[in-house]
């Protein structure tokens, strides 16, 4: 160390000073009596956070006794602050770039979506402040929430509800849920969330109006878990039966249905649960539609009851929401709980993990990524705060309150908002259960003198476990409930509590902070903070003061809020951000004053209770002031406890309802579109020529005939404009085709079945053929050419030569390219129209069936498909957007002889809009062009196809994976009878035709180039959404022949051996 006198010197001020973290309150350099604290400045004000292990390596110094030793020790710390401190100032700087960038793509994407609208910001849009987003402007925060001040007026409004029948789906899908004895604080997945969609699915399924609510989860069948985590229906009990009994029915009430997938005997953490996530959806698919069916039969006179909304809890659960929604058409909710911008941005705040490793662990790209999607699909986002859309939605890429703003005011003044959609975001608080809580009135006095010193034999047992600690029972207590998390800031408050002589002579101190059997098991960061919790109690010798119990149950809970009551206390959350804060809520209903901090949920729950006082949880004085001022002014207890009980009502669940359901109401109805009431009901089921003769007529309304997919007008916001005014003519040759081309199919029905094998002819006249089909093989491969796709697709007709001309088996083609293409790919492979089932093409975007009448028309288009996936199609102002971001790619990159992208109206329709890609390695990747699209608000689904040098944006919620679950949707043909064949890699949608419960044959070899090309740049790795332990997936061999592909379906039993 010789030549470093300034580092000798500052370790001999260490050495002096001591280890400084657990000092007296001091400011960023002084303590109180103006000693200077390197250790403290340095771990709190250099680093930025609690460095646990480097105050543990400084207390091994110091009790190194070798000096050589200790120096060498010392001299390594120094040099780890420094270190620590660098790594710091370099997280500023980038956490400063992002809010930067961040800043300015937002100013430049409203910028561009005002020129579009091409009207300036009018007075009306420059009004409502973010906090009114999900209310009109000018309303009190009694119209936000309003109440149910009297049984007469529940009464009134239940009866407004009533000739209702509604169907709610709710999704949570991580964690452990049942009805009753919840398990929760069992692991990181098994919280506050599982309570919530539980009180939430029980309470639904009790108001007037709402006939069926099931909330859908996974199914857990593993060792290490209750066996009734894998029942595959449990019933809800409402809490309270009055009246309910003459509004019952066959199948009403509340539910939770448990949906098979993933592995089926383990029980894994929601970070895992993603390459699962298209299996859910299919599972939960059916089970909707099956009960859709059966409640038509019910309630319905014959006619599917479709879901009046599905509601997503989670990232998770969001992204299955969306898939959900798009395939049912159905309205789609969205709670976010905790969100993956907010938890990212905090874990890089931290710097303990780099972002690769904050990935790695938490798949938190993937997560955030189906939050913007949520923000896609969704009618409304329910959130429990303001400060959940001002600090954290706004993070994201799909919400921006500004915009938002603006879109809201065109939409009441009845202006065109050019294809941008933005979520309503509703303000909705988490409700609670109060009919078993009887706070009591009077003086409390009487009883604690009676029974504190000496419990009686009939308190709760959790009381005795609490007052051991104690030396005076009888004083308040000032009670935390909370998770030895740094983030909750115990520490702090045990710091207040220690320094403020007053404050301890006149309450105790009760902090439940979980259960623990011993501190070296419990993980690295919630050990630190009981360790740094235990210190501070010696310290400051508060020993006799604070309890700090090892066990409690969860139905304990109350009765610990029940004994802080009882001694007049208080109760305190000094988190340094609360999202909600559902235990305040909790602890106002049984009577308890509260402090809490400043920073989230508290200030809205705080207007409406009015029942306690905020602080700045980093403000230790403030904190101990506050605790001080209610713990000592009786009035003022007395007073925050009946605000507290009166307007505790405000936060019931059936108030939660309530407002929920009247939400719901203003979401415009959709549900599948084919299903008219003239229809009685599916037929897809018939076996009679007439009903199928039936089934084609009433189809034929609704197709259309297209060879090359050319557009027939406008779509979206703007499909009543017609440029070239030739709307009429365009629909009356259209009519005259559907005319004769339905009056051409009745004659193939009327002499169809003699063609036919005799076993089949009670279904000959079926159409499309795929409904008579045991199987179906969906050719999905992104080859690299055409000819490479004639080839497999040759091959995998070989495999299947003899149930093909059976009959049994059916194929589909499922492409990104035209139905021209389609046509030139047929014709040059020698193939006929009729060799697939169905034609799935434009990535997704339209659907085609081979004609009966191939002479005059080869195929026909569903329009029903495009009326299922026209939700917030963008139109024109879409196609203008991706016009000028085409012309830009060219101008950033310097590039003046030839377009990197440029548009082509050939291969485009009015559901896909296509880009040539001149120079696939210079064009940016899909997850900025998706970014940019969703800044402005505009809601599509952009896809780089056929080895990058093709570009489709098709609406959000089409995809060829989703055009599979239409089919079953539509025609009754089960997934799981499907088999999906795929290559190694294909287009940037791949990963959604690979998993779900149909089967899925990887071709090794075959569109491997595809991964280096238009997969080389994702948000998240392809690797943490492939499902490739999944039973469904088989791969066959580079290079299998057709007998190789034949034994590998023999095996799967798709084959007949």
């Keep these: 160390m010789a030549g470093n006198d300034w580092l000798n010197s500052y370790l001999e001020a260490i050495l002096d000073v001591g280890p400084g973290l657990e000092d007296a309150k001091s400011s960023l350099l002084l303590r109180e009596r103006g000693r200077f604290s390197p250790t403290r400045y340095f771990v709190e004000e250099v680093i930025g956070f609690d460095e646990t292990d480097l105050y543990r390596s400084w207390v091994r110094a110091s009790s190194t006794r070798s000096p050589q030793e200790r120096n060498t020790r010392l001299e390594n710390m120094c040099w780890r602050i420094w270190n620590l401190a660098r790594q710091k100032k370099q997280l500023e700087s980038e956490t400063a770039q992002r809010v930067n960038k961040r800043r300015l793509e937002r100013e430049r994407g409203r910028r561009e979506a005002t020129a579009d609208m091409s009207e300036d910001l009018s007075e009306g849009e420059k009004g409502d402040p973010v906090s009114d987003i999900s209310t009109h402007g000018g309303e009190s925060n009694k119209a936000r929430l309003p109440r149910i001040s009297s049984a007469d007026a529940m009464e009134a409004w239940a009866n407004s509800q009533k000739g209702k029948k509604l169907y709610i789906v709710l999704i949570s899908i991580h964690g452990l849920i049942r009805g009753e004895n919840m398990e929760l604080g069992r692991d990181s997945d098994t919280g506050g969330q599982v309570k919530y969609v539980v009180e939430l699915a029980r309470t639904l399924g009790s ?22 985590y894998g029942e595959p229906t449990e019933m809800l009990s409402p ?273 439940i902070m979980g259960n623990r059997e011993g501190i070296d098991e419990m993980s690295s960061t919630n050990a630190s903070v009981l360790l740094s919790v235990l210190k501070l109690i010696d310290k400051y010798d508060l020993y006799g003061q604070v309890a700090y119990p090892k066990h409690h149950k969860q139905y304990e809970v109350p009765d610990i809020y029940r004994l802080a009551a009882k001694t007049k206390g208080v109760f305190i959350n000094p988190a340094f951000i609360e999202p909600f804060g559902l235990t305040l809520i909790e602890a106002a209903a049984y009577g308890l004053p509260i402090v809490a901090t400043k920073n989230g949920g508290p200030v809205d729950i705080h207007r409406v209770l009015d029942n306690g006082l905020l602080v700045d949880p980093h403000d230790q004085q403030s904190i101990a002031d506050a605790l001080l001022k209610l713990v000592s002014n009786k009035q003022l207890w007395a007073k925050c406890r009946h605000n507290g009980l009166k307007n505790i009502h405000l936060f019931s669940w059936p108030e939660h309802c309530k407002n929920y359901l009247s939400k719901i109401a203003t979401c415009k109805p959709r549900h599948p579109q084919w299903l008219r009431s003239e229809d009685g009901g599916e037929s897809s089921e018939s076996e009679s020529p007439g009903d199928s003769l039936r089934d084609i007529q009433d189809l034929s309304l609704n197709l259309k005939f297209s060879l090359d997919g050319e557009k027939s007008g406008g779509s979206g916001n703007d499909s009543s404009l017609d440029p070239d005014g030739n709307a009429a003519d365009r629909n009356t040759r259209l009519e005259n085709a559907v005319l004769s081309w339905s009056k051409g199919i009745s004659k193939d029905v009327r002499k169809g079945g003699a063609t036919e094998r005799s076993d089949q002819n009670t279904n000959a006249g079926k159409f499309p053929p795929l409904r008579r089909r045991k199987h179906l093989f969906v050719i999905a491969v992104d080859c690299d050419n055409a000819s490479d796709l004639l080839e497999t697709t040759k091959t995998i007709f070989e495999a299947a030569k003899k149930e093909k001309a059976e009959g049994s088996v059916g194929f ?49 288009g569903d329009l029903y498909y495009h009326s299922h996936i026209e939700y917030r199609w963008g139109g024109e102002g879409l196609r203008k957007t991706l016009v000028r971001w085409a012309a830009s790619i060219t101008e950033k990159k310097g590039e003046n002889d030839e377009q990197i992208v440029s548009p ?154």
């Design 904 to 1057: 082509s109206e050939q291969l485009s329709t009015d559901y896909c809009y296509a880009f040539k890609v001149q120079k696939p390695g210079k064009a940016p990747p899909v997850k900025e062009l998706r970014k940019l699209l969703r800044i402005q608000a505009l809601r599509c689904h952009p896809i780089y196809c056929q080895n990058g040098t093709r570009l489709n944006v098709i609406p959000v919620l089409a995809s060829r994976s989703q055009a599979l679950r239409y089919l079953y949707v539509r025609w009754g043909f089960e997934l799981s009878k499907m088999v999906v064949f795929v290559g190694e890699c294909g287009d940037t949608d791949y990963e959604g035709l690979v998993g779900g419960v149909h089967k899925s044959v990887i071709l090794k070899g075959v569109g491997s180039s595809a991964m280096s090309q238009v997969h080389n740049n994702r948000n998240y790795p392809l690797s943490d959404v492939m499902p490739l332990d999944s039973p469904n997936i088989v791969e066959a061999a580079t290079g299998s022949s057709s007998a190789d592909i034949q034994a590998l379906l023999e095996k799967a039993g798709y084959l007949a051996a």
């Design 812 to 860: 589909i083609l499922s492409t990104s390219s035209t139905m021209s293409e389609i046509q030139s790919f047929l014709v040059s492979g020698g193939l006929s129209p009729s060799d697939f089932d169905a034609y799935i093409c434009n990535s997704g975007s339209d659907l085609y069936y081979p004609s009966l009448n191939p002479e005059d028309r080869p195929f026909v």
């Design 207 to 228: 108001m007037p109006g709402v006939y069926r609510v099931d909330l859908l989860t996974r199914q857990v069948s593993a060792p290490d878990v209750d066996s009734s």
């Design 239 to 511: 809490r309270n039966n009055n009246d309910l009994e003459d509004e019952m029915g066959e199948s009403s009430g509340s539910y939770i249905i448990r949906i098979p997938f993933g592995p089926r005997d383990k029980y894994i953490p929601k970070e895992n649960l993603w390459p699962y996530i298209p299996e859910f959806v299919d599972g939960a698919l059916n089970h909707i539609i099956q009960m859709s069916k059966s409640l038509g039969e019910q309630i319905g006179s014959g006619h599917a009851v479709w879901p009046v909304a599905i509601h997503g809890h989670y990232a998770d659960a969001g992204d299955s929401t969306a898939l959900l929604s798009g395939a049912l058409n159905v309205p789609m909710l969205f709670t976010g709980h905790s969100l993956g911008r907010d938890k990212l941005e905090q874990l890089l705040k931290q710097g303990r993990l780099s972002r690769d490793e904050i990935n790695s662990t938490y798949k938190i790209m993937r997560r955030i990524e189906a939050e913007e999607l949520s923000l896609d699909s969704s009618e409304i986002v329910i959130t429990s705060t303001r400060q959940e859309i001002e600090e954290q939605w706004r993070l994201y890429d799909g919400f921006d309150p500004v915009l938002e703003r603006k879109l809201r005011a065109r939409i009441r003044r009845n202006v065109s908002c050019y294809g941008r959609f933005m979520p309503r975001m509703a303000i909705i608080p988490p409700g609670m259960e109060f009919h078993h809580i009887a706070p009591q009135d009077g003086d409390l006095d009487g009883e604690l003198e009676g029974n504190l010193d000496h419990p009686a034999p009939q308190d709760p047992p959790i009381w005795s476990e609490i007052m051991r600690f104690f030396t005076n029972p009888r004083k308040p207590m000032i009670l935390a409930l909370a998770r030895p998390d740094p983030k909750k800031n115990i520490t702090t408050l045990v710091k207040a509590f220690g320094e403020c002589r007053p404050l301890r002579e006149l309450a105790n101190l009760t902090l």
